[in-house]
């Protein structure tokens, strides 16, 4: 099965095996939903491994979190499937389904004293109340990862938390879910980074229209997805452009269409211009090979970002 845990621990393992041989460093999220407690085991060996950065906290079940409107939640259903019936269904033995599952936060509780033995980071998910956020915070969860209403984010802000947001939020102005807006979170000052989401092609247009937003401009929105991830997640020798650090860059064009021109891996040129550099081809900038960036990175420094993640052309 494609979505096995079996078909997914062998793909983070060739990725781990392929570490030092790819153009990009590969960094391994897990998004673990609370209530499938079977997946524990799996989740146990891979942070044993070493092969886990990052572990985000889930509960998707209708009723609370980005599905709290239960209503809501079986309107969208019922308009994807055509059946309101089976909409809700689904809803029902979702919420029956939270029965039974053990001791969840029992479970939570040695994943979390895991995860900090083992320094990865903990992240909750859809945060909508602050009871939730102190539940959370209280596990060792450093980060709140898309929280669904104000008060949530503000309280996360409170404690010391983190905040991510969705980058196609930030563009779009609002959650297609009906939940807090990437740009209010911003604008309240109570954003640190933005995620892709699912849609990655998003996060270069939303930097370049949340710096409109506020008077630190593009400086700052760059940070979401620069220096603000790198610090989060513990990544010291990335993050700014600093003697010292990795020269993860990218170089992005804002007109006529916000694009990224050219990414560079601890200051190789891995991309550019539609091209990726071969495997292990990966070029140093110097003076020459300088003479052969996109004219827009050898006319300016303009838009030069430090990535936490090299090679993923998020940045501006």
Known sequence: MLRSEDHTTEIIGTIAGLKDHLLVDHRIHARFEVTFTPALPT????MDAGRLHLISLMDHTPGQGQYRDVELYIARIAKERGMSVAASEVVGKRMAGREGQ??????????????????????SHDDDTLE????????????????????????ARRLGMHTAMGAPNALRGESYSGNLSARQAYEAGLLDMLAS????????PAVLGLAELRGNGLAAAAALTSANPANALGLTDR???EPGLLADLVVADRHPVPRVR????????????????????AERVGPVAAERLPAAARASKQGWSSSPFPGNGELL
């Open 43 to 46: 989740l146990r060996k891979l």
């Open 102 to 123: 053990g001791d969840v936060l029992n479970a939570l509780q040695d994943l979390s004293a895991r995860a900090q033995a083992a320094g990865i980071v903990l992240a």
């Open 132 to 155: 939730k956020v102190e539940l959370v915070h209280g596990l060792g969860a450093a980060l709140s990862e898309f929280p669904v209403t104000l008060e949530a984010a503000q309280e």
């Open 197 to 204: 989401d699912y849609h990655p092609a998003s996060i270069l």
């Open 239 to 241: 993050g700014a452009i």
């Open 262 to 281: 050219a990414t560079f891996r601890a200051g190789r040129l891995i991309y550019g211009d539609g091209t990726l550099a071969p495997a292990g081809k």
